[in-house]
């Protein structure tokens, strides 16, 4: 299958942001409500601090639209500064809203982020108290508590909190004094829009594309929103908390993709990724408080129910010359009901199960093998590719073939893991490496079906054409490789760890991941075995529940 690629590149250290999501609440722009009695009718004006404080009735009425992205970019020194500038004094551009006739409610078409700081300011909520407790039930990444915890510190060492300036009196300093009446004298600035919701959303466009770009993921999942792999990408991502992109279905259905998104993302994502990486411990896709994360996600829904980007984005159905009258077949249509948003979940999570985790199915892939570079990056390519590969398993019942040759195979990842680096590095960033990289597994199972040696394996792949460009590396020319020479550390410790310090699977003697251990009796209970100690062994799920009974199957059939 030919996939039109996303940007996604290995996964970078990702910087410190605080999540503002919660602080203001989301809506459609042509949302229509019978109770108009928390509309003010107003439709021009500036704002004042005060009216952003809890209970406060333009607080009640500021939304978002629904389909813009996460407020989440800024670092906390960011928002400090912006809270500190407003204190000073100094110039803040001007928020631009759309009022709806429709609703009463208030619409922030830009500048989200500078509104949204100064109600975590009033509020003194950095994503980790009350507004975002309740947003956000399923709570926030380390990386998220670490910059909320930041972000506070920053601004008490700054400015102080609204709390506290707004009840100094006696005991202010000049400085705070003259903060303090800076504050409550201050308003803040607002541009709004005349015309209905058609125009809002045009207006949110423009801005957004040209003042302050919206990742290319983001816009895509924006233009696309109603669609099923939209919709199932959004849940995903924050573990079905946070703003309910499907709230328009019945009951029943958003507690399903709540449920669905929840579990995958656990599979996924869990543990956290921290950065030194000084564990083995690591989660199968990456960081997921990210755009890259978000890029992945998209791309795994894809592929797994085996979407092609011009049947779901309009601008590559243009690229590609059809038109909304063609093949409907082809055509992703918006989700009405929630019913195919859930199949894209499921078929989801039936690979992510496969892949990773407990459940008696799984293979449970160790991330460090298949997933992380020599140097500890992620490698986004590389988990598409395998989830292709076990789509292609799936369909011939290959789970058991592939289980037979597991150990001498992520050998030869482990011996030849720069291969993966020369081939990503060879067809770019995104998806394009794909393919190419299927075939490397694929090449590799067969040769060691055929009892090769690694050596001849890896001359078998260079001399398929899509992997020609491959280059067998000595000892001498990884040790100079700047890539290794750049982050030594985490090579050494990826090294020795994966050599000392993985535990293996008595059953096929390969890796085991922390999330697929699982404990088994060496001689079944139905053969005498006790549950004493001596007689368990650490498999991975599957060689457990699945390979193990074949082979003993198969074993008791050539005996008879």
């Avoid at 496969?354 to 992620?378: I, W």
Wanted: charged content about 30%; overall charge neutral; aromatic content about 8%.
């Amino acid at each position: 299958m030919t996939l039109r690629p996303f940007d996604i590149k290995e996964h970078r250290v990702a910087k410190l942001t605080v999540n503002l999501d919660a602080m203001i609440a989301r809506d459609d722009f042509e949302v229509k409500i019978e109770d108009d009695s928390q509309s003010t009718g107003r439709d021009s004006g500036n704002f004042k601090l005060s009216e952003l404080e809890q209970g406060q009735i333009v607080l009640n009425m500021l939304r978002k639209p629904e389909f813009q992205r996460e407020t989440k970019d800024w670092t906390p020194e960011r928002v400090a500064e912006l809270i500190r500038s407003f204190v000073d004094g100094d110039l803040i551009p001007s928020v631009i809203v759309w009022h709806s006739q429709l609703s009463g409610d208030i619409f922030v078409v830009d500048g989200s982020h500078r509104l949204s700081a100064l109600i975590a300011w009033t509020h003194d909520d950095y994503g980790d108290r009350q507004l975002s407790s309740t947003y956000f039930s399923a709570g926030l990444s380390k990386d998220e508590l670490s910059a909320a915890k930041k972000t506070r510190e920053l601004i008490a060492k700054t400015v102080g909190s609204y709390a506290d300036l707004k009840s100094l009196g006696d005991r202010a300093t000049p400085i705070q004094r003259r903060r303090a009446n800076t504050f409550g004298m201050r308003q803040i600035e607002a541009q709004w829009i005349r015309g209905d919701a058609s125009k809002a959303e045009r207006s949110f466009f423009t801005i957004n594309q040209s003042a302050v770009a919206i990742h290319p993921v983001e816009l895509r999942i924006i233009k696309a929103r109603k669609k099923p792999n939209a919709i199932a990408a959004r849940g995903i991502i924050r573990s079905g908390t946070g703003h309910k992109y499907w709230s328009a279905f019945n009951a029943d259905v958003q507690n399903e993709i709540e449920k669905l998104s929840k579990d995958i993302y656990g599979v996924l994502f869990e543990p956290f990724l921290e950065t030194p990486i000084k564990t083995l411990e690591l989660p199968v896709a990456g960081r997921g408080q990210s755009a890259d994360g978000l890029s992945l996600v998209v791309e795994f829904i894809n592929v797994a129910n085996k979407l092609k980007t011009e049947m779901w984005l309009e601008d590559a159905q243009k690229k590609a010359g059809r038109k909304k009258s063609s093949d409907e077949r082809d055509i992703l249509p918006d989700d009405l009901d929630g019913a195919k948003t859930i199949e894209y979940l499921r078929s989801v999570k039936r690979i992510a199960t496969r892949v990773s985790g407990n459940a008696s199915r799984s293979l449970g892939l160790h991330p460090a093998v298949y997933f992380y570079s020599a140097t500890g990056r992620y490698q986004p390519a590389t988990f598409l590719a395998i989830v292709s590969l076990f789509q292609e398993l799936e369909l011939n019942d290959g789970f058991h073939a592939f289980t037979e040759v597991r150990y001498r195979l992520e050998e030869f990842l482990v011996k030849y893991r720069y291969f993966i680096n020369q081939i990503v590095r060879n067809y770019g960033a995104g998806t394009r490496g794909l393919e190419p990289l299927v075939t490397m597994y694929k090449t590799v199972i067969q040769s060691i079906r055929d009892d090769a040696s690694d050596e001849k394996i890896a001359v078998i792949l260079q001399q398929n054409e899509r992997l020609k460009f491959l280059k067998v590396m000595d000892d001498e020319s990884i040790a100079n490789s700047k890539e290794f020479t750049s982050s030594a550390k985490s090579a050494a410790f990826f090294h020795k760890a994966l050599e000392e310090g993985a535990v293996r699977c008595e059953i096929c003697n390969a890796r085991i991941h922390m999330k697929g251990i699982n404990i088994d009796h060496s001689v079944p209970l139905r053969d005498g075995g006790s549950g004493h100690s001596k007689n368990a062994q650490v498999t991975h799920p599957f060689c457990q529940s699945g390979y193990k009974e074949r082979r003993s199957h198969a074993a008791a059939s050539e005996s008879s």
